[in-house]
Antibody, heavy 118, light 109 residues
Framework: QITLKESGPTLVKPTQTLTLTCTFS??????????VAWIRQPPGKALEWLAL???????RYSPSLKSRLTITKDTSKNQVVLTMTNMDPVDTATYYC??????????WGQGTLVTVSS | QTVVTQEPSLTVSPGGTVTLTCASS?????????PNWFQQKPGQAPRALIY???NRQSWTPARFSGSLLGGKAALTLSGVQPEDEAEYYC?????????FGGGTKVTVL
């Protein structure tokens, strides 16, 4: 049974760096073909794909946010970490992580709401 | 910047059929875009329905089907149930990165 759970601060100030952790179970990020993605959704708006890390440590980023994002994995801890620099109120959103296999995002976490405000 | 376009809203009667589409600003959508479809209800995380154009997730009811239609990815809901009222998102692959569509609000009325 695959599960994922996002954790991190609920409130960050403008210009700060956000660090989110996705802790997962039921799969290994060292298995060929597996990836973990981050997606966000501002209140009342559409989903936005942010970043993806594969089992072989290949990393992919949204072109529009690439300069602000870093994704890493700790296979031994079953965790994927996303950092986003220079946070702004427009980055207020629910942030999700999801499992990727065979070009499908199948299992999602429950999401964590991050508010950017001074 | 790549844009993925979906119908903002569609209305369908219970028991009816509705088709949602997903278009790319780069041109025709093909299987190489690995279209995914997701359903999201208010206050919930998205739920995966379809991957790689037409493959259902193990939990996806047979009334949901994915295809390519007229240069777009398509999601068809047949025999619509009241519980199918939700927001639906498509996701397309662009050789390394992925882009979501803006979502389609499906109302069952």
């Amino acid at each position: 049974q695959i599960t994922l759970k996002e954790s991190g601060p609920t409130l960050v100030k403008p210009t700060q760096t956000l660090t989110l952790t996705c802790t997962f179970s039921g799969f290994s990020l060292s298995t060929s073909g597996v990836g973990v993605a981050w997606i966000r959704q501002p209140p009342g708006k559409a989903l936005e794909w942010l970043a993806l890390i594969y089992w072989d440590d290949d990393k992919r980023y949204s072109p529009s946010l690439k300069s602000r994002l870093t994704i890493t994995k700790d296979t031994s801890k079953n965790q994927v970490v996303l950092t986003m620099t220079n946070m702004d109120p427009v980055d207020t959103a629910t942030y999700y992580c999801a499992h990727l296999l065979a070009a499908g995002l199948d299992y999602w976490g429950q999401g964590t709401l991050v508010t950017v405000s001074s | 910047q790549t844009v993925v376009t979906q119908e903002p809203s569609l209305t369908v009667s219970p028991g009816g059929t509705v088709t949602l589409t997903c278009a790319s600003s780069t041109g025709a959508v093909t299987s190489g875009y690995y279209p995914n479809w997701f359903q999201q209800k208010p206050g919930q995380a998205p739920r995966a329905l379809i991957y790689s154009t037409s493959n259902r997730q193990s939990w996806t009811p047979a009334r949901f089907s994915g295809s390519l239609l007229g240069g777009k990815a398509a999601l068809t809901l047949s025999g619509v149930q009241p519980e199918d009222e939700a927001e639906y998102y498509c996701l397309l692959y662009y050789g390394g990165s992925w882009v979501f569509g803006g979502g389609t609000k499906v109302t069952v009325l």
